[in-house]
């Protein structure tokens, strides 16, 4: 690819990558913040079961993250549409 496909045709996508960017990054920190605060409850406090159900939030912490991010790509797909994703295809494939 040139640079010039490389390079974002509207100021949004560079927006969007930063959104996407900063969201996993506080969806990873919350789930090791977490992973922490469930090692000290499981054995700093001796509170099993607490460090049990707090050691379930990672997952879930992730999987809303994964979530949220694939929806922002099926808007994107969305609103580039079916003409220019077979365009694209297209230029890729040298037809």
Same mark, same amino acid.
């Given at each position: 690819?040139?640079?010039?496909?490389?390079? @974002?045709?509207?100021?949004?996508?560079?927006? !969007?990558?930063?959104?996407?960017?900063?969201?996993? $990054?506080?969806?990873?920190? =919350?789930?090791?913040?977490?992973?922490?605060? =469930?090692?000290?409850?499981?054995?700093?406090?001796? $509170?099993?079961?607490?460090?049990?159900?707090?050691?379930?939030? @990672? @997952?879930?912490?992730?999987?809303? =993250?994964?979530?949220?991010?694939?929806?922002?790509?099926?808007?994107?797909?969305?609103?580039?549409?079916?003409?220019?994703?077979?365009?694209?295809? $297209?230029? !890729?494939?040298?037809?």
């Amino acid at each position: 690819m040139s640079e010039a496909e490389q390079t @974002p045709t509207r100021p949004e996508s560079t927006t !969007m990558e930063a959104a996407e960017e900063s969201t996993r $990054d506080v969806a990873i920190i =919350a789930s090791a913040m977490s992973v922490l605060l =469930a090692w000290h409850q499981f054995f700093v406090r001796g $509170d099993k079961e607490r460090g049990l159900f707090v050691g379930l939030w @990672p @997952p879930t912490i992730l999987a809303f =993250a994964s979530y949220f991010n694939q929806k922002r790509m099926e808007e994107r797909l969305e609103s580039i549409g079916a003409s220019s994703i077979v365009k694209s295809l $297209d230029q !890729m494939l040298n037809r």
